[in-house]
């Protein structure tokens, strides 16, 4: 189940570059403005943790993808690399084709590599496709025994075996994704005091060196040992971001965004976070550690610049 916790407290603000101490009890106004242009307010706002599971294409999570990923790619990987540029093999013929001459140079190498190839062949989605490539009678019980022995020793199958096997490989290892995220979010339990205090005062965008500014900031935390490029979308308002995050990194900054007064109360009153993910890197041999529940932790938080106004 997808969570994402509020943690906006009306009223606690924590507050940095004050310019004096405010003692309110002696004043008599309606209009009170608290802190100057230099002044910093931040305030927590929400964290949407993302599952294993979350990260999924096709009902098939993260880990699981990456686990057949394993299987169709070479160990080592070509010229020692320690990962695997996913991007670079939807756009480069020639990484791809790297990857596959070292994965059938080591199956024909390793026995235990040959192994794991012909076991993934025996799943229904690929049967269908080599149990055909082989000697006329091949059942499918004896498939796998079958495949071993003819890729070692038949040196005609084996170019039509492994032809077949790079071009699975190539399919699977160019067009690996992940679904967009999408988390409902309701009514944030703010009182509208606090609301108007952080909105009634901001400059609005057409001024050119704000001082009364409210931004969206925060960092993401990723278990995964593969990297990624996130781009949130803030549905009903524009709000977005695009952010890098890295493998096994606990603190990737999100950039401040800007918002103004009709976003921060759109977010009060509920919104649709939908977050598009892409994969990027892979380090193979990292492992995932399916022991811990969230492999993303998305922090967000509120930086108000300048005063804060109060009616009181």
């Known amino acids: ?39 910093k307010f931040t305030i927590p706002l929400a964290k949407v943790l993302v599952s294993m599971n979350e990260l999924a294409d096709g009902g098939v999570n993260i880990e699981a993808i990456f686990r057949e990923a394993d299987i169709w ?7 020692n690399k320690q990962s695997v540029d996913l991007q670079l093999l939807q756009t480069s013929q020639s990484e791809v084709d790297k ?3 070292a994965l059938t140079a ?12 012909a076991d993934l062949l025996c799943e229904d989605k690929y049967i269908g496709t080599f149990l055909p490539l082989l000697p006329a ?3 499918v019980d004896q498939f796998k025994p079958v495949f071993i022995t003819v890729f070692k020793n038949d040196a005609t199958l084996r170019k039509t075996l492994s032809d077949a096997v790079e071009a699975e490989a190539s399919s699977y290892l160019t067009t690996l994704r992940i679904e967009p995220l999408d988390y409902e979010v309701g009514h944030i339990d703010i ?6 205090m952080l909105a ?15 931004y969206l900031k925060g960092s993401i935390a990723n278990e995964l040992p593969v990297s990624l490029h996130i781009a949130p979308l803030f549905d009903p308002t524009e709000i977005s971001f695009n952010v890098d995050v890295v493998a096994n990194t606990q603190a990737n900054p999100i950039p401040d965004t800007r918002l103004f007064a009709e976003d921060l109360r759109k977010i009060v009153e509920g919104i649709t976070i939908r977050i ?14 399916g022991n811990i529940q969230h492999q993303i932790a998305i922090d967000l938080s509120l930086l108000k610049t300048g005063g804060l106004k109060l009616d009181i």
């Open 276 to 289: 598009p993910v892409t994969l990027k890197t892979y380090f193979p041999g990292k492992g995932f550690q």
């Open 137 to 139: 009678g091949t059942t």
């Open 73 to 79: 790619l070479p160990s080592p990987l070509p010229e």
């Open 191 to 196: 009182g509208s005091d606090i609301v108007d």
């Open 106 to 117: 080591q199956m024909l190498a390793d026995d235990n590599k040959l192994n794991a190839v």
């Open 1 to 39: 189940m997808r969570k994402l916790f509020l943690l906006l407290l009306a009223g606690t603000l924590s507050t940095a570059c004050i310019d004096k101490d405010y003692d309110l009890e002696d004043i008599d106004t309606d209009n009170v403005t608290i802190g100057g242009d230099e002044s």
């Open 200 to 214: 009634d005062n901001l400059d609005p965008a057409t001024v050119t060196n704000p001082k009364n500014t409210l």
């Open 99 to 101: 990857l596959l001459e």
